[in-house]
């Protein structure tokens, strides 16, 4: 019966984590084919990719209210992206970084965690603060593309609370989105008016146009859309089974949910980033995992929490809040320091997290 169970669970991990790679790579090539802008693609798609099945799990805990799957997801995820991946990358070689990343992105990792603690104090999440997470992580997409991509002044944690608390982000979205929505409905008029120059010129160039072009465009549409269907199927199914067997396994081992989150979900939905790190690492280029790393932990945090909050208020138990959470606190702040000293991880530190990360696993079931 375990065994059983367990498979389904392998079964349901393995089509969330394929499902979402390949959720994410054909919705980009439709929008691409579309003519959506790489500003939107980047701003929907690609800044959440990894954390799909994360997002995917944990609105389907929602569902099912079983709200220690998705605190436990969340900060399980938090953890083990700081000490299982950065460990990984920095064991693997040594990852430089830059002060502003600490200065900027760091400490907006770090002030996330803070805030669900302190949102988490009252052993649950209301749905007013699931809006606050989700408001704090569209300020914190549109920051980065407003103002740390296009101004060539450096940005810091500060300007990103000014420019949360004086709601300049919505100002952003009326300016920022408009014109490219603009900008791509411009393009598309064009375009028609190159088709009817073109059809009005004749109908036999007309003819070897679609034969030579259209088609072939048509294909690959017809590939990425087939495609972005299998993959919306395959998180679906992948998310359900990884949850009904995640309470299952919880019922039969006689574990509190927030503990089968914290582990089994948490390293498993953590995979796409692992394997990021290890072929990012082997090639020389760590720091992606140190910017991976952080951007998942505000990405879990703000998005995942706002999405899943909002649907179904979260119940968060007294392990998740005196002692799972304090620990996340605790490797963030370990994380900032070893990045503080010498702007990077060593080989030293990266082995230290890992180990870290080993104790508060071991730690974490010797509590039952």
Same mark, same amino acid.
């Given at each position: 019966?375990?065994?059983?169970?367990?498979?389904?669970?392998?079964?349901?991990?393995?089509?969330?984590?394929?499902? !979402?790679?390949?959720?994410? /790579? +054909?919705?980009?090539? @439709?929008a691409?084919?579309? %003519?959506?802008?790489?500003?939107? &693609? *980047? #701003?929907?798609?690609?800044?959440?990719?990894?954390?799909?099945?994360?997002?995917?799990?944990?609105?389907? !805990?929602?569902?099912?209210? /079983? +709200?220690?799957l998705? @605190?436990?997801?969340?900060? %399980?995820?938090?953890?083990?992206? &700081? *000490? #299982?991946?950065?460990?990984?990358?920095?064991?693997?070689?040594?990852?430089r970084?830059?002060?502003?990343?600490?200065?900027?992105?760091?400490?907006?990792?770090?002030?996330?965690?803070?805030?669900f603690?302190?949102?988490?104090?009252?052993?649950?999440?209301?749905r007013?603060?699931?809006?606050?997470?989700?408001?704090?992580?569209?300020?914190?997409?549109?920051?980065?593309?407003?103002?740390?991509?296009?101004?060539?002044?450096v940005?810091?944690?500060?300007?990103?609370?000014?420019?949360?608390?004086?709601?300049?982000?919505?100002?952003?979205?009326?300016?920022?989105?408009?014109?490219?929505?603009?900008?791509?409905?411009?393009?598309?008029?064009?375009?028609?008016?190159?088709?009817?120059?073109?059809?009005?010129?004749?109908?036999?160039?007309?003819?070897?146009?679609?034969?030579?072009t259209?088609?072939?465009?048509?294909?690959?549409?017809t590939?990425?859309?087939?495609?972005?269907i299998?993959?919306?199927?395959?998180?679906?199914?992948?998310?359900?089974?990884?949850?009904?067997?995640?309470?299952?396994?919880?019922?039969l081992?006689?574990?509190?949910?927030?503990?089968?989150?914290?582990?089994?979900?948490?390293?498993?939905?953590?995979?796409?980033?692992?394997m990021?790190?290890?072929?990012?690492?082997?090639s020389?280029?760590?720091?992606?995992a140190?910017?991976?790393?952080?951007?998942?932990?505000?990405?879990?945090?703000?998005?995942?929490?706002?999405?899943?909050?909002?649907?179904?208020?979260?119940?968060v138990?007294?392990?998740?809040?005196f002692?799972?959470?304090p620990?996340m606190?605790?490797?963030?702040?370990?994380?900032l320091?070893?990045?503080?000293?010498?702007?990077?991880?060593?080989?030293?530190?990266?082995?230290?997290?890992?180990?870290?990360y080993?104790?508060?696993?071991?730690?974490?079931?010797?509590?039952?």
């Amino acid at each position: 019966m375990l065994v059983f169970e367990i498979s389904l669970f392998a079964v349901g991990l393995f089509l969330l984590v394929k499902g !979402a790679d390949l959720f994410v /790579a +054909s919705s980009s090539s @439709i929008a691409k084919k579309l %003519g959506v802008s790489e500003f939107i &693609i *980047g #701003l929907t798609l690609v800044s959440v990719g990894t954390s799909v099945p994360e997002l995917a799990a944990s609105i389907t !805990a929602s569902f099912r209210q /079983a +709200s220690g799957l998705v @605190i436990g997801n969340v900060i %399980g995820s938090n953890i083990a992206n &700081i *000490g #299982l991946i950065v460990g990984t990358a920095g064991v693997l070689s040594a990852v430089r970084t830059d002060e502003v990343m600490l200065k900027r992105d760091g400490y907006i990792m770090f002030f996330s965690a803070l805030v669900f603690l302190l949102f988490v104090l009252d052993f649950r999440i209301s749905r007013p603060e699931a809006l606050v997470f989700l408001l704090l992580y569209i300020a914190y997409i549109l920051f980065l593309f407003t103002r740390v991509h296009q101004q060539k002044d450096v940005v810091y944690f500060s300007n990103y609370l000014k420019y949360f608390f004086k709601f300049e982000y919505l100002f952003d979205i009326r300016t920022k989105f408009l014109k490219e929505f603009k900008k791509e409905s411009t393009g598309r008029d064009f375009k028609k008016e190159e088709r009817d120059k073109k059809e009005n010129s004749g109908k036999e160039s007309r003819q070897t146009d679609k034969e030579e072009t259209s088609l072939p465009d048509k294909n690959g549409f017809t590939q990425d859309f087939l495609k972005l269907i299998v993959s919306g199927v395959a998180i679906i199914l992948g998310a359900r089974y990884l949850v009904r067997e995640s309470i299952i396994l919880a019922e039969l081992l006689n574990l509190p949910e927030t503990i089968i989150g914290a582990s089994l979900v948490a390293v498993g939905t953590s995979l796409p980033e692992l394997m990021v790190t290890v072929t990012a690492a082997r090639s020389g280029r760590g720091d992606i995992a140190l910017g991976n790393a952080i951007g998942s932990n505000i990405t879990n945090t703000f998005l995942i929490l706002g999405c899943a909050g909002l649907l179904h208020p979260l119940q968060v138990t007294e392990l998740s809040v005196f002692f799972v959470t304090p620990f996340m606190i605790f490797i963030s702040l370990l994380f900032l320091f070893f990045i503080w000293t010498g702007w990077k991880i060593k080989r030293l530190e990266g082995l230290f997290l890992i180990l870290v990360y080993s104790g508060f696993m071991f730690w974490l079931f010797s509590t039952i």
